[in-house]
């Protein structure tokens, strides 16, 4: 049997301090701050790219799971929420100074490294170099 008060204590225990507590949040969002880094624009690009593909992915769960047809206005729907999702990708790219083609390029040569023959292979897929995530 589970214990649901156990486990919560277990649960406070392993969060961190900026989770539990607006003081200790707020002094890492100063220090990250004189790091130079972009935390709001960054939390919205994160927060935003959650949503959006959750959302995009509750259309695809309905048309595949739950019998909804793939009719054109649900492709229409589906369209709308990738041009959500790019709206949160430049928040990321203008927050890491990156370009989206850089990003693109960045994304091909992982590829190219990961599966050697240029093809998906099942092999690399499961089995990935040391720091290829």
């Known amino acids: 049997m589970i214990d649901f008060i156990k486990y919560a204590k277990f649960v406070n225990e392993v969060t961190s301090q900026e989770s539990k507590e607006n003081s200790v949040f707020f002094?890492?969002?100063?220090?990250?701050k004189n790091k130079n880094f972009p935390t709001e624009r960054l939390l919205?690009?994160?927060?935003?790219l959650c949503a959006e593909s959750?959302?995009?992915t509750e259309v695809i769960k309905k048309i595949v799971f739950q019998g909804k047809e793939p009719t054109e206005e649900?492709?229409?729907?589906l369209?709308?929420?990738?041009?959500?999702?790019?709206?949160?990708?430049?928040?990321?790219?203008?927050?890491?100074d990156v370009?989206?083609?850089e990003i693109i390029e960045m994304n091909?040569?992982?590829?190219?490294?990961?599966?050697p023959g240029?093809?998906?292979?099942?092999?690399?897929?499961?089995?990935?170099?040391?720091?290829?995530?």
């Open 79 to 96: 369209k709308r929420e990738m041009g959500d999702i790019m709206w949160y990708f430049m928040q990321a790219c203008m927050a890491l």
């Open 118 to 133: 240029g093809e998906f292979d099942v092999h690399y897929s499961e089995n990935r170099k040391a720091g290829d995530l």
């Open 44 to 48: 919205t690009a994160a927060v935003g």
């Open 54 to 56: 959750g959302e995009f």
């Open 99 to 101: 370009s989206p083609e």
């Open 108 to 115: 091909v040569e992982k590829l190219k490294s990961r599966y």
């Open 27 to 32: 002094e890492r969002i100063e220090y990250l």
């Open 74 to 77: 649900n492709l229409f729907h």
